[in-house]
């Protein structure tokens, strides 16, 4: 995932990178169960920035144009969707880490 801001937060440090992604996926999904997507306006917005400006392209330059800005506008969009979903995400965070700690002390 591209939740680069959770990965430095301070509730993980000292956390092996497997651990940390295993803690952010838990969290997202905690957090996606009180507050899911709206998948309506997330097609919307990619085809928007993503589809239209591709067959755009497609059209003037061809189809190398047309893939290059596809993948990486998707990229961006990813990165800049979940940087915008992450203070929803980081109250979920400090529930799991206090979750996961809990764990692997008591056994």
Known sequence: MFYFKLYDDPALEGCSI???NK???IAVKQAR???PLNIS??????????FLPAFIL???LGF???V???IASTILLNIKLASLETPT????LAKVVALVTKKTYKT
């Not at 306006?41 to 993503?50: A, F, S, T, Y």
Request: glycine fraction near 10%; avoid cysteine; hydrophobic fraction near 40%.
């Open 33 to 35: 169960i009180d507050y």
């Open 68 to 70: 290059s800005w596809t």
């Open 23 to 25: 803690i952010i996926n």
């Open 58 to 60: 497609y059209y003037f």
């Open 41 to 50: 306006k997330r097609l919307g917005i990619l085809g928007g920035v993503v």
């Open 18 to 20: 497997s651990e940390k």
């Open 64 to 66: 190398n144009a047309a």
């Open 89 to 92: 995400i980081k109250p979920y």
